[in-house]
């Protein structure tokens, strides 16, 4: 109980101070059983309501159809190709990045699919996925496959090893340029009356 007052008088998060507990009773497991420490935890005291919890993450609103037309009116590409594949397909955005032209069928828009093959990790270097169950078909609809042909043709680089969704230099994009580049094109969304779609990127 007293590890928990301390951190929450530092200011800690319960969250924090949840994975702190977690650490320090790893700590406590090796040391009892890989160097026979015989001192007891001092997790072991505390009753389950005295434990710090971390607190539920508020569930995220979801955009509506109209939020989503906004946003992509008034997105760039190749930003507007990756969001409009990322609507369509549910991957991540380290998996969209991710993407080589060798995992890209759309030869037949009928029967066009993307294949996650490997992920983008925050060093832009393209890595395995964490499991096997993470390698996956993804069939695409048409309307997906005609966008991605387009953007292929505009595309500097379409060999099988270069990414989908590249820059000038042929690196993956970022995931922090995704992200601004998402912002803006919010920022601009606007309905039909003209008012802004998304208030609150404006508010200081």
Not at 59 to 68: K, P, Q, S, V
Not at 124 to 147: F, H, Y
Request: net charge positive.
């Amino acid at each position: 109980e007293q590890i928990a007052e301390v951190l929450r008088e530092a200011g800690y998060s319960d969250w924090t101070m949840t994975g702190v507990s977690g650490v320090l009773g790893q700590v406590w497991k090796f040391a009892r059983v890989r160097m026979g420490y015989t001192a007891p935890s001092p997790l072991e005291g505390l009753w389950r309501d005295e434990r710090p919890k971390g607190r539920a993450r508020a569930a995220r609103r979801m955009w509506d159809d109209a939020e989503l037309a906004a946003v992509m009116r008034s997105a760039q590409e190749p930003y507007r190709t990756l969001f409009a594949v990322a609507l369509v397909t549910g991957a991540r955005q380290s998996e969209l990045l991710g993407l080589t032209w060798a995992d890209v069928s759309i030869s037949d828009p009928d029967d066009a699919e993307l294949r996650f093959e490997a992920q983008v990790d925050r060093a832009g270097k393209r890595v395995a996925m964490k499991t096997e169950e993470s390698r996956r078909p993804a069939p695409i609809t048409r309307d997906l496959a005609v966008i991605l042909a387009a953007h292929k043709l505009r595309a500097t680089d379409t060999s099988g090893e270069a990414f989908v969704f590249a820059t000038r230099t042929g690196r993956a994009i970022s995931q922090r340029n995704v992200v601004r580049e998402l912002r803006r094109p919010q920022r601009k969304a606007t309905d039909g009356q003209g008012r802004r779609v998304f208030p609150v990127l404006h508010e200081l």
